[in-house]
């Protein structure tokens, strides 16, 4: 099984970039889709991004789409998420996912501030 480990959140201005990371262990990890997915206070979780097994589709939300940039590293079982021009609308907790299943990581607090 996959087992995903988030880092990289933090407090950051408008304006800003962050980059987060999500560490997979497993030895099919090359095998999945991931995700990023987000929570902010009394909303839902919302989809951010998605890569193909191989990285060479990715997917973005609307509000995030030239922004937000998904990569992976299938070779050191990461996947990354940089995200540039961040807004306060950004704020909430960061989760990675292998897509289409119930595997999470522990998420990640990303704020910022206007």
């Known amino acids: 099984q996959v087992q995903l480990v988030e880092s990289g959140g933090g407090l950051v201005q408008a304006g800003g970039s962050l980059r987060l990371f999500c560490a997979a262990s497993g030895r099919t990890f090359s095998s999945y889709a991931m995700g990023w997915f987000r929570q902010a206070p009394g909303k839902e979780r919302e989809f951010v991004a998605a890569?193909?097994?191989?990285?060479?589709?990715?997917y973005y939300a609307d509000s995030v789409k030239g922004r937000f940039t998904i990569s992976r590293d299938n070779a050191k079982n990461m996947v990354y998420l940089q995200m540039n021009n961040l807004k306060p609308e950004d704020t909430a907790v960061y989760y990675c996912?292998?897509?289409?299943?119930?595997?999470w990581s522990q998420g990640t607090q990303v704020t910022v501030s206007s």
């Open positions: 996912t292998v897509v289409g299943s119930s595997r």
């Open positions: 890569i193909s097994w191989s990285g060479r589709s990715t």
